[in-house]
């Protein structure tokens, strides 16, 4: 995990000494982001979450603190991106949004890349307005890029961990997946609805080739613009 520079020090209970009474930050409250905050209470952290989908009654439902964007920003000592990639979730974090963080904080985004914007975050951690970031891959996914060199100055930081998009990995994952997809052609093939459809299914159509037997699918409507104290960021799994 990282945390500030110097504020590390392995002795015996002190890691989670030190992360006791801090702000574990939750950018969307959908299923996956539900999962870490489990596994962060379980460290001491007071847990805070900001997703205009999900009504304040079901954060508290699981001791879960609903906060504006502005107050998850500014109050986090670790902030957890895991909201979905729209036109107006793109640069969430711009050079505006690290400037508000503690100096101490961490970003951490599992989150798409193109949700914070590298040159920003690269200057908020080179000139310390930010302690530290973890990013599932950058703007550009250039693990992805046949013949990509890491040249992305983000890759000079000490205080940054970045992997290819493959934060998810697991020998689980990867059986889960695949299994997953199998069954899926399996039942599109056959007739049956398909459980996790991509595309929208407007409500009340019925289902091509069989009778429906699960709710249409209902995606989540990109949220509307908002002010720069309580950006619309969220609804993400």
């Given at each position: 995990?990282?945390v500030?520079?110097?504020?590390?020090?392995w002795?015996?209970?002190?890691?989670?000494?030190?992360?006791?009474?801090?702000?574990?930050?939750?950018?969307?409250?959908?299923?996956?982001?539900?999962?870490?905050?489990?596994?962060?209470?379980?460290f001491?952290?007071?847990?805070?979450?900001?997703?205009?989908?999900?009504?304040?009654g079901?954060?508290?439902?699981?001791?879960?603190?609903?906060?504006?964007?502005?107050?998850?920003?500014?109050?986090?000592d670790?902030?957890?991106?895991?909201?979905?990639?729209?036109?107006?979730?793109?640069?969430?974090?711009?050079?505006?949004?690290?400037?508000?963080?503690?100096?101490?904080?961490?970003?951490?985004?599992?989150?798409?890349?193109?949700?914070?914007?590298?040159?920003?975050?690269?200057?908020?951690?080179?000139?310390?307005?930010t302690?530290?970031?973890?990013?599932?891959?950058?703007?550009?996914?250039?693990?992805?890029?046949?013949?990509?060199?890491?040249?992305?100055?983000?890759?000079?930081?000490?205080?940054?961990?970045?992997?290819?998009?493959?934060?998810?990995?697991?020998?689980?994952?990867?059986?889960?997946?695949?299994?997953?997809?199998?069954?899926?052609?399996?039942?599109?093939?056959?007739?049956?609805?398909?459980?996790?459809?991509?595309?929208?299914?407007?409500?009340?159509?019925?289902?091509?080739?069989?009778?429906?037997?699960?709710?249409?699918?209902?995606?989540?409507?990109?949220?509307?613009?908002?002010?720069?104290?309580?950006?619309?960021?969220?609804?993400?799994?």
């Amino acid at each position: 995990m990282l945390v500030a520079p110097g504020t590390w020090q392995w002795q015996s209970g002190e890691p989670i000494r030190r992360l006791m009474g801090r702000v574990f930050g939750l950018l969307s409250f959908g299923f996956i982001a539900r999962l870490d905050a489990e596994r962060a209470k379980a460290f001491g952290v007071g847990v805070w979450a900001h997703d205009p989908f999900v009504e304040e009654g079901e954060m508290r439902a699981h001791q879960v603190r609903p906060v504006s964007f502005g107050e998850l920003v500014e109050g986090g000592d670790y902030l957890l991106i895991q909201a979905p990639l729209t036109p107006r979730t793109r640069h969430t974090f711009d050079r505006a949004t690290p400037r508000r963080m503690k100096p101490t904080a961490v970003l951490v985004n599992t989150a798409p890349g193109p949700i914070v914007e590298d040159t920003a975050i690269h200057q908020a951690l080179a000139e310390g307005w930010t302690a530290g970031a973890a990013l599932d891959d950058l703007e550009e996914e250039p693990a992805k890029r046949r013949g990509r060199r890491p040249r992305d100055p983000l890759f000079t930081l000490p205080n940054v961990i970045i992997t290819p998009h493959a934060a998810y990995y697991s020998e689980q994952a990867i059986a889960t997946v695949r299994r997953i997809a199998a069954q899926e052609a399996v039942r599109v093939l056959t007739g049956q609805p398909a459980r996790y459809p991509v595309n929208e299914v407007p409500a009340g159509a019925p289902e091509p080739g069989a009778r429906p037997r699960h709710p249409p699918s209902r995606r989540r409507p990109p949220p509307a613009q908002g002010g720069a104290a309580d950006h619309p960021a969220g609804g993400g799994s």
